[in-house]
């Protein structure tokens, strides 16, 4: 199983950022899956998160109302559009499904 996300980078604040999460050998679709973050000293902290049960969408308080998830069936890929991006979402990101995760990809916002 592989979980590569790519798509990070650095932006000045108010900019916009779409991590992919590209999964090898599960189906996406069959698992819960999600994008967390982890800032520097801080503990991992959840962005969004797509119920496996019945597909309903949680997001974290920080960032409701500017990012959005979703995946892609066809392509066995997951998406995290950020938009408005802020200092404070400075992280490393995550995707993880069925329990898997993946290497991270490091998303920077400078003011």
């Known amino acids: 199983v592989q979980l590569v996300e790519s798509g990070g980078g650095s932006v000045q604040a108010g900019g916009s950022l779409k991590l992919s999460c590209a999964a090898s050998g599960l189906i996406l679709s069959s698992c819960g899956m999600g994008w967390y973050r982890q800032a520097p000293g801080k503990e991992r902290e959840l962005v969004s998160t797509?119920?496996?049960?019945?597909?309903?969408?949680s997001y974290g308080e920080s960032v409701k109302g500017r990012f959005t998830i979703s995946q892609d069936n066809a392509k066995n890929t997951l998406y995290l559009q950020m938009n408005n991006l802020k200092t404070e979402d400075t992280a490393v990101y995550y995707c993880?499904?069925?329990?898997?995760w993946g290497q991270g990809t490091q998303v920077t916002v400078s003011s």
């Open positions: 797509i119920s496996v049960v019945d597909g309903a969408i």
């Open positions: 993880s499904a069925c329990y898997y």
